[in-house]
């Protein structure tokens, strides 16, 4: 049983933070959605032995009327799969677009609220408001959507303690069954980070940075979450089953532009650009073969993708597997990481250096 990661690379506007591929080329959907159907067609066979998760990711899926997405899960035809997930913006929600969801299978939605400030959400550049984002997790549970994840972003210039505790009480009423989190990034090339190059803008200190972070999860925490993931927080049989797949080594399947897929031996991954994505598929209908760029994974490359996955989660590295203990000694004796029923965990101090305690240990 496999994963199927769907890449829908449009969006409505740019937010002023993101360097993800996506495009606002909003006139190009059709002949997109196209594109993925031929996809979709051609590599079929890939999941024969079934498909457990479905995830609609981009971008912003909700760009796509929601009859393409039900044609597009009928295609992949997927009886059998256990979470179907479509990420929506707020402001695209409503009862009839979501119903035609439900009816195609879909039983999770992903929203990024980001805030629930709209100053913030206004200096970052999101479409919706505060308000748009309740309004729409009422209108999802109106549809009969019972596993709703919410995201929330922190270390927004001008963000303070306080504000942020203001964003996780208001996420915590809304009793999502699924929590995400971010720290704001400063990507190279993005309107916030020119602002912030400008002097308009300032970072977050990284102290109050981390102080955020430990907030909500300690909020969570009492508020019944489980933090199984760094960045992820979900009530008791609610962790994302897709992305687990990911953190747990199990091969999954990307359709679309920029898309990857993995089977244990190889990463491949289709082109990012959608002109060209656009291109392929069609040369691939007359031809059977479909372009990709692909990199076999050696051993080592293996096990370093293992660490970097397992130290993300709750469960840590099973300790059998680990080659180079001398690695984590100092980090078991400074409380960065424990060690408990034979595995290595990272606690939640080490959480804020996680990326130094992954490029120690790696080999
Ligand atoms: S909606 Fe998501 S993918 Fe699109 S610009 Fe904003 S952050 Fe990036």
């Known amino acids: 049983m496999v994963g199927i990661y769907v890449h829908i690379p449009f969006c409505a506007s740019r937010c002023h933070y993101c360097d993800f591929y996506s495009t606002t080329a909003l006139n190009r959907r059709t002949a997109y959605v196209q594109a993925l159907k031929q996809e979709i067609a051609l590599r079929r066979d890939e999941w024969k032995e079934g498909v457990r998760t479905i995830y609609f990711g981009g971008g912003t899926p909700s760009q796509l009327k929601a009859e393409d997405i039900a044609d597009l899960i009928k295609r992949i035809d997927a009886k059998q799969a256990e979470e179907i997930?479509?990420?929506?913006?707020?402001?695209?929600?409503?009862?009839?677009?979501?119903?035609?969801l439900r009816t195609a299978g879909v039983n999770r939605l992903s929203m990024g609220i980001q805030s629930f400030h709209n100053e913030r959400l206004q200096l970052i550049g999101r479409r919706h408001n505060a308000e748009q984002a309740i309004r729409?997790?009422?209108?999802?549970?109106?549809?009969?959507?019972?596993?709703?994840s919410l995201d929330l972003m922190y270390g927004l210039p001008g963000?303070?303690?306080?504000?942020?505790?203001?964003?996780?009480?208001?996420?915590?009423a809304l009793h999502p069954e699924h929590i995400s989190?971010?720290?704001?990034?400063?990507?190279?090339?993005?309107?916030?980070?020119?602002?912030?190059?400008?002097?308009?803008?300032?970072?977050?200190?990284?102290?109050?940075?981390?102080?955020?972070?430990?907030?909500?999860?300690?909020?969570?925490?009492?508020?019944?979450?489980?933090?199984?993931?760094?960045?992820?927080?979900?009530?008791?049989?609610?962790?994302?089953?897709?992305?687990?797949?990911?953190?747990?080594?199990?091969?999954?399947?990307?359709?679309?532009?920029?898309?990857?897929?993995?089977?244990r031996q190889i990463r491949r991954w289709n082109v990012s650009d959608l002109e060209q994505y656009i291109a392929i598929m069609a040369d691939a209908t007359q031809t059977g073969v479909i372009k990709y760029d692909f990199e076999r994974l050696n051993d080592t490359e293996r096990?370093?993708?293992?660490?970097?996955?397992?130290?993300?989660?709750?469960?840590g590295i099973e300790l059998s597997k680990?080659?180079?203990?001398?690695?984590?000694?100092?980090?078991?004796?400074?409380?960065?990481?424990?060690?408990?029923?034979?595995?290595?965990?990272?606690?939640?101090?080490?959480?804020?250096?996680?990326?130094?305690?992954?490029?120690?240990?790696?080999?």
Do not use: F
């Not at 505790?165 to 996420?171: C, K, R, S, T, W």
């Not at 001398?326 to 080490?350: F, P, V």
């Open 85 to 100: 997930t479509v990420e929506m913006n707020p402001c695209d929600v409503t009862l009839d677009y979501l119903q035609t």
């Open 136 to 148: 729409a997790v009422s209108i999802a549970r109106e549809a009969g959507i019972a596993n709703l």
């Open 159 to 172: 963000q303070t303690m306080d504000e942020w505790e203001e964003d996780i009480d208001q996420l915590l």
């Open 181 to 263: 989190t971010y720290c704001l990034q400063w990507e190279e090339g993005t309107q916030l980070t020119t602002m912030m190059e400008k002097g308009i803008v300032e970072p977050v200190d990284e102290e109050i940075e981390m102080a955020m972070y430990d907030r909500l999860t300690d909020r969570a925490a009492t508020a019944g979450y489980e933090h199984y993931e760094v960045s992820n927080y979900a009530l008791e049989g609610y962790r994302s089953k897709h992305n687990s797949s990911y953190w747990h080594d199990v091969p999954y399947i990307g359709l679309g532009a920029a898309a990857h897929s993995y089977d």
């Open 303 to 315: 096990y370093n993708e293992y660490i970097m996955l397992s130290l993300r989660t709750e469960e």
């Open 322 to 363: 680990l080659r180079n203990i001398k690695a984590i000694e100092q980090y078991l004796s400074e409380g960065l990481l424990e060690q408990e029923n034979g595995y290595i965990r990272t606690t939640q101090r080490g959480l804020h250096i996680l990326n130094r305690i992954i490029e120690n240990i790696i080999t």
